[in-house]
């Protein structure tokens, strides 16, 4: 029984929710301004942390952005919850304690982003230029005690995060953690599902890119989203691919917006 003190709950939930919002508008810029550089309008191809930069440039850019970094912050601390108190009953067999720590992972990456936010709003260290911080990652880690296959295990870790991704999209998990009503579903469902196997894509993708750069000890062929807007740039097709992106993490980003209201969530602390 869930001896939780009621007001603790509801502060985890306030931040759980605020979190889902913070990430969805993160994907929802990322996936927009994709969008719109692919068909000539103006956009750029950035990663997580260039759609934070861009918010800067909106009226009252820095209380949205401090707003996005406390709910980043808040979906830190709801995967932790989730990782250690197993909120969504994943289980200690092999399978739920992989997906428990991705749920970590999740939180450590978010704190990171959450970070880089504050960053902007405070005026210390400026713009990155390193997309999602990829490449510093790959780089450090190559600097650790067998460095090359940590690397490499980041590589398939993320490949088995994107194709777990895309198979909850296909069979619509995230149903049994929704209280959404049936009005909602018809539009919301098809939508939740194409960004959920776009976003696995990507991962997919981003692991990739670790696994080559732990093959050729190259801390440099590490990438992150916006390696993967270049490299689908340059393919045959490639407007169409890097639109076709674009709008799978916009719907992404509308997914988590509607997990934000609609997800059940049961802290227990």
Not at 14 to 27: D, E, H, P, T
Not at 80 to 106: E, F, M, N, P, Y
Not at 198 to 219: C, D, E, K
Request: aromatic share 12%; proline share 3%.
């Amino acid at each position: 029984m869930d001896s939780t003190p009621p007001n603790q709950r509801d502060a985890v939930k306030l931040l759980a929710r605020l979190g889902y919002a913070s990430r969805g508008v993160v994907y929802l810029l990322v996936g927009g301004l994709a969008a719109l550089a692919a068909f000539g309008q103006g956009g750029q191809t950035e990663g997580s942390r260039g759609a934070l930069e861009s918010v800067l440039t909106a009226p009252f850019g820095k209380v949205l952005l401090g707003v996005i970094a406390l709910g980043l912050v808040g979906y830190a601390v709801w995967r932790t919850l989730q990782a250690l108190q197993d909120t969504d009953h994943h289980g200690s067999g092999t399978k739920g304690l992989a997906i428990r720590g991705g749920l970590l992972v999740s939180a450590v990456t978010h704190t990171f982003l959450a970070f880089f936010a504050a960053k902007l709003v405070v005026h210390i260290g400026g713009s990155s230029g390193s997309g999602d911080g990829s490449e510093s990652a790959a780089s450090w880690l190559m600097q650790q005690p067998f460095g090359r296959w940590l690397v490499a295990a980041v590589g398939v870790a993320l490949i088995g995060a994107g194709i777990a991704h895309a198979i909850k999209g296909w069979k619509a998990k995230f149903d049994r953690h929704f209280s959404m009503p049936a009005k909602v579903q018809r539009w919301a469902y098809p939508v939740c599902r194409f960004g959920l196997a776009v976003r696995g894509l990507v991962f997919v993708m981003v692991g990739s890119f670790f696994i080559l750069a732990a093959y050729q000890f190259n801390p440099n062929q590490a990438g992150g989203t916006t390696e993967v807007f270049s490299t689908l740039r340059g393919q045959a097709l490639g407007q169409w691919l890097l639109a076709f992106v674009a709008v799978g993490l916009f719907a992404f980003g509308v997914y988590s917006l509607l997990t934000a209201v609609y997800r059940r969530i049961n802290p227990s602390l």
